[in-house]
C-alpha cells in the first residue's frame, strides 16, 4: 500500500525486537507470538530494507487495526509503509497465516518496492516484488538441484 499515512504524532508503546542489519524491528507487545518468525523472514529477503528503516510488526490484530486506523491505511490488509517517517507496518498476523498466494516475504518486498521507487505506485511496487521474489525462489530451487 502508498503512502497514504497522516503524520502518526505518537503510536503505542514499541519494543525492540530485533536489529537485523542495523535496521530495527519493532513489535507491538513485549511478548509477541510472532517475534521470532518475523524477524527471521526479514533477515532472509532478498533485498534489504534501508539501515535507517523501522519496521513495526503488530502483535495482534487489535493492535494492526489501531494503527491502520491511526495512519489511515484502510485499503489494506496487510501492511502499509509511510516513506517520509522510513516506517513499515506489517500485520503480524501474515507470518502465521499468510493471505493466498501472498507469504509474508512477499508483502514486505512489496512495501520494499514503494521503498526503492520512492512512489505510491503499487504497480511499480508489485513488479519490483515480483522479479525480486521469483529471482529468490529460483535460486533456491536451483542450489537445491546442486545439493542432489
Ligand atoms: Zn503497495
Not at 503510536?11 to 521470532?36: G, K, M
Not at 520494499?112 to 513488479?127: K, M, P, S, T, V
Request: with cysteine; glycine share 2%; hydrophobic share 45%.
Amino acid at each position: 500500500m502508498k503512502n497514504l499515512i497522516r503524520l502518526w504524532c505518537s503510536i503505542p508503546l514499541l519494543f525492540i525486537a530485533s536489529h537485523v542489519h542495523a535496521l530495527s524491528v519493532l513489535t507491538t507487545n513485549n511478548i509477541c507470538p510472532v517475534q521470532a518468525v518475523a524477524v527471521e523472514t526479514i533477515d532472509s529477503l532478498p533485498a534489504a530494507y534501508p539501515k535507517d528503516w523501522t519496521i513495526v510488526v503488530t502483535c495482534s490484530d487489535g493492535d494492526w487495526l489501531f494503527l491502520q486506523r491511526r495512519a489511515d491505511a484502510m485499503q489494506t490488509d496487510h501492511a502499509f509503509t509511510n516513506l517520509k517517517r522510513k516506517i513499515t507496518v506489517i500485520r503480524g498476523d501474515v507470518f502465521l497465516n499468510p493471505p493466498q498466494f501472498r507469504p509474508a516475504r512477499l508483502i514486505l518486498l512489496h512495501e520494499l518496492g514503494h521503498i526503492a521507487c520512492q512512489c505510491g505506485n503499487e504497480d511499480r511496487a508489485e513488479d519490483w516484488a515480483q522479479k525480486l521474489y521469483r529471482q529468490a525462489l529460483q535460486s533456491l530451487h536451483a542450489s537445491v538441484k546442486l545439493r542432489n
